[in-house]
């Protein structure tokens, strides 16, 4: 059985800010902020329709400037930050707010193809975000937004040159509750940083140039901290869902490396499947051996990582568990490469509904909503 083409949706402007909707667990959404000098920016809602692979735009206008980073609320699917370029006293600076979506019509039917080709229906145009609140601080430069993970919708990070600070929100305000700032005397730079999700949402990891540094939010001290974790700067990291100690990052050495954070001396395991910047790494939500990740070199690489996954057996069942010992792991190896885009490509992302479907998206404003192939998706249920 042929697996089903890429569905390619293209943008006017150029991109690099995508996440999928974390509050629709029914529905394969997600959210892209685009980025453009000379034009009011926009937010496209991707409504991708599986059986009939369409996709259902709705386009909301952002005229707050252009967006370098968006997140959605795990708790409220209407609910979206951004992270977003102002000029302030003839300086750029970094903006984050609060918005919500307008209330969506669903009842729109296909329209005609896009410029990529892509069958696609118009949907909503033209309506402005209503936003609920900024975070205002003293840190200047907001990169990326947080939610916390575990359901707590209230609790928000914000990330900084310098500071990760915590947030109370609510409809109409944020308010500053707790920060944890960077020592060094040579200012060393956070770059992102992304929720561990066990732990009830209580740690946090961030990249800092080429290291990374483990916070407990309970403490707002350093958990652990992995010194030269690459050899350039690590552009992602991201926390194996099912195993609660171990991570994945990526980094400008075109390496991906897995780590375990009780042993930090050395990686589990040392990926080169990019020959150039890997700006994005991805753990699958339920089936952890599956990792996306995507790089400068304009491809996005699907692995199959069974050996560090939480089942490096296969499922088993009860009474096939006496033959674990006996059972050889099956071996570690890329499932498929995907070649649609031709520029770089800054970030991957997961369906939270599908586990099988995900999207990437190139600087030229390219989206590109891809499939695990049949024949490993077999493979992991059987």
């Given at each position: 059985m042929d697996d089903d083409a890429a569905v390619i949706y293209g943008l006017e402007f150029q991109a690099r800010s995508l996440c999928p909707q974390y509050g629709e667990n029914d529905s394969i959404r997600f959210l892209v902020g685009t980025q453009s000098l000379r034009s009011d920016n926009q937010v496209h809602l991707i409504d991708f329709d599986d059986e009939s692979n369409l996709v259902n735009k709705h386009i909301f206008m952002h005229s707050a400037g252009e967006i370098w980073h968006i997140n959605s609320s795990?708790?409220?699917?209407?609910?979206?930050?951004?992270?977003?370029?102002?000029?302030?006293?003839n300086k750029s600076e970094l903006i984050a707010s609060l918005w919500r979506i307008p209330p969506l019509d669903d009842t729109e039917p296909p329209g005609s193809p896009n410029e990529l080709g892509s069958p696609i229906s118009t949907g909503h145009q033209n309506i402005s975000l209503r936003k609920l609140c900024d975070f205002k601080g003293d840190h200047k430069n907001i990169k990326n937004v947080l939610w916390n993970p575990s359901g707590d919708s209230n609790a928000v990070l914000t990330v900084t040159d310098q500071f990760i600070d915590v947030w109370a929100v609510d409809e109409?305000?944020?308010?500053?509750?707790?920060?944890?700032?960077?020592?060094?005397?040579?200012?060393?730079?956070?770059?992102?940083?992304?929720?561990?999700?066990?732990?009830?949402?209580?740690?946090?990891?961030?990249a800092v140039e080429n290291t990374i540094r483990g916070w407990d939010l309970r403490s707002s001290r350093q958990a652990y901290v992995i010194e030269n974790a690459h050899s350039q700067t690590v552009r992602d990291i991201d926390f194996n869902p099912n195993k609660q100690y171990c991570l994945v990052s990526c980094s400008d050495d075109c390496k991906t490396k897995f780590w375990d954070v009780r042993n930090i001396e050395a990686p589990l395991m040392v990926r080169n499947d990019h020959s150039h910047w890997v700006w994005s790494v991805r753990y699958n939500h339920f089936h952890d051996e599956l990792l996306l990740s995507s790089s400068s070199d304009s491809r996005v690489v699907l692995l199959s990582i069974p050996s560090l996954s939480s089942e490096?057996?296969?499922?088993?069942?009860?009474?096939?568990?006496?033959?674990?010992?006996?059972?050889?792991?099956?071996?570690?190896?890329?499932?498929?490469t995907f070649e649609e885009h031709e520029d770089s490509v800054y970030i991957v992302e997961w369906s939270t509904a599908d586990p099988w479907i995900f999207a990437s998206l190139s600087y030229d404003g390219r989206i590109v909503i891809n499939r695990v192939p049949r024949s490993e998706k077999y493979k992991i249920l059987l």
């Amino acid at each position: 059985m042929d697996d089903d083409a890429a569905v390619i949706y293209g943008l006017e402007f150029q991109a690099r800010s995508l996440c999928p909707q974390y509050g629709e667990n029914d529905s394969i959404r997600f959210l892209v902020g685009t980025q453009s000098l000379r034009s009011d920016n926009q937010v496209h809602l991707i409504d991708f329709d599986d059986e009939s692979n369409l996709v259902n735009k709705h386009i909301f206008m952002h005229s707050a400037g252009e967006i370098w980073h968006i997140n959605s609320s795990p708790s409220d699917k209407s609910v979206l930050s951004t992270c977003y370029s102002q000029i302030k006293e003839n300086k750029s600076e970094l903006i984050a707010s609060l918005w919500r979506i307008p209330p969506l019509d669903d009842t729109e039917p296909p329209g005609s193809p896009n410029e990529l080709g892509s069958p696609i229906s118009t949907g909503h145009q033209n309506i402005s975000l209503r936003k609920l609140c900024d975070f205002k601080g003293d840190h200047k430069n907001i990169k990326n937004v947080l939610w916390n993970p575990s359901g707590d919708s209230n609790a928000v990070l914000t990330v900084t040159d310098q500071f990760i600070d915590v947030w109370a929100v609510d409809e109409g305000s944020a308010q500053l509750i707790d920060t944890m700032g960077l020592d060094g005397k040579s200012q060393p730079k956070f770059l992102n940083a992304r929720f561990n999700p066990h732990h009830a949402g209580k740690q946090v990891a961030a990249a800092v140039e080429n290291t990374i540094r483990g916070w407990d939010l309970r403490s707002s001290r350093q958990a652990y901290v992995i010194e030269n974790a690459h050899s350039q700067t690590v552009r992602d990291i991201d926390f194996n869902p099912n195993k609660q100690y171990c991570l994945v990052s990526c980094s400008d050495d075109c390496k991906t490396k897995f780590w375990d954070v009780r042993n930090i001396e050395a990686p589990l395991m040392v990926r080169n499947d990019h020959s150039h910047w890997v700006w994005s790494v991805r753990y699958n939500h339920f089936h952890d051996e599956l990792l996306l990740s995507s790089s400068s070199d304009s491809r996005v690489v699907l692995l199959s990582i069974p050996s560090l996954s939480s089942e490096p057996y296969g499922h088993l069942d009860e009474e096939d568990e006496n033959e674990e010992r006996s059972r050889v792991p099956e071996s570690d190896r890329i499932i498929a490469t995907f070649e649609e885009h031709e520029d770089s490509v800054y970030i991957v992302e997961w369906s939270t509904a599908d586990p099988w479907i995900f999207a990437s998206l190139s600087y030229d404003g390219r989206i590109v909503i891809n499939r695990v192939p049949r024949s490993e998706k077999y493979k992991i249920l059987l």
